[in-house]
């Protein structure tokens, strides 16, 4: 069963343009939210994590809104460039050192 | 430097063998894990090393014995590999747990034939 759903499975955004990727949890006891970008041939990186305390937090251009109620959770790519083309995962964790990753979504920044 | 290595790179081989992948981090992390991405790219955890110590073990065939030396090395051996077994393992480190920066090697394509 999968614990954290990601949408949509891919995007292409032109260069410029916001990119936005959504996250839905379930288990109301994950209280760690980090996003994981992936190049093709490497391994995931962390890009920025937020935890529910707050509902947002940006980092350069990246940013996570976080809603705790509905349960959701968003990485916004303000001013998306072609570097950007990679493979998002939202991830979640509850305490218990598993991190449960969404099947990641591909954005395409095209020219 | 690289942070998280492992080797090989690729793995190419035939059912029933065995095989081992090596891992080391030379973070000075305590907590290492071994992750499974299957060709849709799920990631899914496989193991989890603290100090030397497994503190998880993600319901995996335990033709599957992950191995530590020290808590800078975390190596995965496989035995009588299948056609499943396919796929990027790739091994990762962090501080103390997952909800600090996991550092990711570059993952082994493991293709058996």
């Known amino acids: 069963q999968q614990q954290v759903k990601q949408s949509p499975q891919s995007l292409i955004v032109q260069k410029g343009g916001i990119s936005i990727i959504n996250c839905a949890y379930e288990?109301?006891?994950?209280?760690?939210f980090p996003w994981y970008q992936q190049f093709p041939g490497k391994g995931p990186a962390l890009l920025i994590a937020?935890?529910?305390?707050?509902s947002e937090k940006k980092e350069g251009r990246f940013t996570i809104s976080f809603n705790k109620s509905a349960k959701q959770f968003s990485l916004h790519i303000m001013d998306s460039q072609p570097g950007d083309s990679a493979t998002y995962f939202c991830a979640a964790n509850g305490g218990n050192n598993r991190l449960a990753f969404g099947k990641g979504n591909q954005v395409v920044v095209i020219p | 430097d690289t942070a998280v290595s492992q080797t090989p790179k690729y793995l190419v081989t035939q059912m029933g063998n065995d095989k081992s992948i090596k891992c080391e981090q030379n973070?000075?992390?305590?907590?290492m894990y071994w992750y499974k991405q299957d060709s849709k790219k799920f990631l899914k955890i496989m193991f989890s090393?603290?100090?030397?110590?497994?503190?998880i073990n993600e319901t995996v065939p335990n033709r599957f014995s992950p191995k530590s030396p020290d808590k800078a090395h975390l190596n995965l051996h496989i035995n009588s590999l299948e056609l499943g077994d396919s796929a990027v393992y790739f091994c990762?480190?962090?501080?103390?747990?997952?909800?600090?920066?996991?550092?990711f090697g570059s993952g082994t394509q493991l293709s058996v034939l």
């Open positions: 288990n109301t006891a994950f209280d760690y």
């Open positions: 937020i935890r529910p305390d707050v």
């Open positions: 973070l000075g992390h305590d907590t």
């Open positions: 990762a480190s962090s501080p103390t747990g997952v909800d600090e920066k996991l550092f």
């Open positions: 090393y603290n100090n030397k110590e497994l503190i």
